[in-house]
Structure formats: C-alpha cells, structure tokens
C-alpha cells in the first residue's frame, strides 16, 4: 500500500524534555499548526510503496519555501487513512514539477474531531522523518539535473542558491 506524505516539523510530533508535563500518549498542540486546513481541506502527496518518488516530491516542496532547511515530513499508509473514514480527492498542485502536481491530492470534509483523531493516528501510525539540509540540498541539485525542476522556479535567498551552486559544481568534477 502506498502512503500519503504531509510536510510538518518533526520538534512538533514528539515529547521533549521541555514538556513534562505532556504524557507520552498526548501530542503537544503545536502540532496541529503543521495540519493547517483551508476550507476544511489539506493538501497531501501520494508517494509509492517503495517510496521511489519521496525524493522528487521533496524536491518540489523544498524549492516552494524561503530556504532549504531540513524538510520534516509525516508517511501515513494510504490504507490507514481510508480506515479512518477521511475523504481524499485528487486536485492538481501547484508546485513547478508537473509530475509531482499530479501526485497532490486534498484531504477533505475536516471537522475538528477527524482533524485531531488525523493528528493522533500521524504521531502512533506515521513514519516521521527528515531530509536534513545537505540532503535536501542534493535531493534538489538531481532534481534540477534531471530536469524535473527549473532553477528560475526556486524561491530560496542568495545564500542558499550559493550553497547549490558549490554542491553542483562539485558533483561535476
């Protein structure tokens, strides 16, 4: 079965020895800000079961923000979701790789109730993972070798492009 991948920062999902006074069974509330609805929907990207695609989506992702820092997603198995009775629609993305816009669909119909019980079942079913910034880096520069992506489309500061074009260069020595 396949999984569906949401974008979310990892700090979030778990305890921390900050918050004693969370249990172990409860989800700090911050985490709910990485489940952001509008009009009751979030966008979600369907990734393979071998995961074979994960990269190319994270690449398209990370050119969307300000910088290439770590990139914090959440995996939940496509058939989980289904089981909690959330509805999901294919919708087309707007990312810069066709191909991973084709990969987007939204959750839909969000109450509260199937928001937080989504939240709960990501922090005990979900695999939680990161892509730290040399990775993602690298993950963007076989993106932009590969022509998935275009590098007029990338939307990081200066200073980061800088970054991308040192790792480029160097893979080409």
Do not use: C
Not at 151 to 173: P, T
Request: proline fraction near 1%.
């Amino acid at each position: 079965m396949a999984y569906l991948l949401r974008k979310i920062r990892k700090n979030r999902w778990y305890k921390t020895d900050e918050l004693t006074w969370l249990s172990e069974s409860e989800l700090q509330a911050d985490a709910l800000d990485d489940l952001r609805t509008k009009s009751n929907e979030l966008s979600i990207f369907h990734i393979n079961q071998d995961t074979s695609n994960l990269n190319r989506v994270v690449a398209a992702l990370a050119i969307s923000f300000d910088d290439p820092s770590n990139f914090d997603f959440a995996l939940l198995n496509e058939e989980t979701m289904s089981n909690m009775g959330i509805k999901w629609k294919r919708s087309p993305g707007v990312l810069s790789d066709k191909e991973v816009n084709d990969l987007h669909s939204d959750l839909y119909e969000l109450s509260d109730s199937r928001l937080l019980e989504l939240a709960r079942t990501i922090k005990a079913k979900a695999i939680i993972d990161r892509k730290d910034y040399l990775e993602v880096l690298n993950i963007v520069a076989a993106s932009l070798a590969n022509g998935h992506i275009d590098r007029s489309k990338i939307r990081w500061k200066k200073r980061y492009l800088e970054d991308l074009d040192i790792l480029i260069a160097s893979r080409s020595r």
